[in-house]
Antibody, heavy 118, light 106 residues
């Protein structure tokens, strides 16, 4: 069974840093593109970042220069390093798998809440 | 940057068909996907590559995509279909979501 479990969220002050982890089971992360999507409280889904390879990653304009996506194949885990956090980064962060058969997200984690507040 | 537009809300009576649209420039030239999200839950894929339905998704869910509009249709809508629905497409190598449509079954 495919499973994605996000950890690492919590309360952080503005300007602070946090790293989210997404542990995968039931499949190998290196066989898939992987992505992060967030959802601010009461708002819609917002795409954040995608990992194609160690050399090819993309971020949304809203997080460019502050967030870094990475992957550890040995741990079968995806990460999102978040720096210079702002109150508007407050959201539930989901990791998701890009299906190998096409460009869509076929599995999602349960989500992890990040709150940026003083 | 590429944008996808959805109506904030749609209402439907039980047993009737519900149509949720997603508009974007030349969207028909891209693949559209649709996700269902119920309160407190993670999104679930219901339609991919415009018209395909993942295993485990009810047959009453169908999709189409042409011109500037992708449409998710739920035939014989049930109370359990009440949820937020998001369309999604790709802009080069980055993903784009629509703002979401809240489907109310009343």
């Amino acid at each position: 069974e495919v499973q994605l479990v996000e950890t690492g969220g919590g309360l952080v002050q503005p300007g602070g840093s946090l790293t989210l982890s997404c542990a995968a089971s039931g499949f190998t992360v290196s066989d898939h593109y992987m992505t992060w999507v967030r959802q601010a409280p009461g708002k819609g889904l917002e795409w954040v970042s995608i990992f194609y390879s160690a050399d090819i990653t993309y971020n949304a304009d809203s997080v460019k220069g502050r967030f870094t996506i990475s992957r550890d194949n040995s741990k079968n885990t995806l990460y999102l390093q978040m720096n210079s956090l702002r109150p508007e980064d407050t959201a539930t962060y989901y990791c998701a798998r890009v299906a190998r058969s096409g460009w869509y997200f076929d599995s999602w984690g349960q989500g992890n809440l990040v709150t940026v507040s003083s | 940057s590429y944008e996808l537009t959805q109506a904030p809300s749609v209402s439907v009576s039980p047993g009737q068909a519900a149509s949720i649209t997603c508009s974007g420039e030349k969207l028909g030239e891209r693949f559209a996907s649709w996700y269902q999200q119920k309160p407190g839950q993670s999104p679930v894929l219901v339609i991919y590559q415009d018209t395909k339905r993942p295993s485990g998704i009810a047959e009453r869910f169908s999709g189409s995509n042409s011109g500037n509009t992708a449409t998710l249709t739920i035939s014989g809508t049930q109370a359990m279909d009440e949820a937020d629905y998001y369309c999604q497409a790709w802009d080069s190598s980055t993903a784009v979501f629509g703002g979401g449509t809240k489907l109310t079954v009343l």
